[in-house]
């Protein structure tokens, strides 16, 4: 797992977690025994406006894994998480997802499933 870590702060994840006010080391929990992303590449942008870094699938791998962004609009108080997908899964859990504003972390509340 410490390879993700490397690679996320090689990325520049770290420093983007800070600037929109997620905590790096809660989201990116050093304990697991599998690295989630090991097919994805790791992009940072940040743009005047906009922080945003994403979790893309390499490029054979777009139709069957999800895509994750995390950002903050710089005129906003609420830092966001996109799942997103080029594919319809079978059965989508959508997820509420906040920042608490006292320690970082982002909380999360099951709303809804909706199966296709």
């Not at 800070?18 to 989201?27: L, M, Y």
């Not at 992009?43 to 994403?54: D, Q, T």
């Not at 920042?99 to 509340?109: A, D, E, F, R, V």
Request: charged share 25%; with cysteine; net charge positive.
């Amino acid at each position: 797992m410490n390879s993700l870590i490397k690679i996320l702060k090689e990325a520049g994840v770290d420093s983007a977690c800070r600037e929109i006010g997620i905590n790096f080391d809660k989201i990116f929990q050093t304990n697991l025994s599998i690295n989630p992303y090991q097919e994805h590449k790791w992009y940072v942008n940040n743009h005047s406006k906009v922080v945003v870094f994403s979790a893309v699938p390499v490029e054979d791998k777009h139709d069957r894994l999800f895509w994750e962004e995390w950002f903050r609009m710089r005129d906003e108080d609420v830092s966001y998480h996109h799942i997103l997908t080029l594919w319809r899964p079978k059965m989508m859990i959508f997820i509420l997802r906040k920042l608490s504003p006292k320690n970082g972390t982002l909380l999360t509340t099951p709303i809804c499933h909706h199966g296709y």
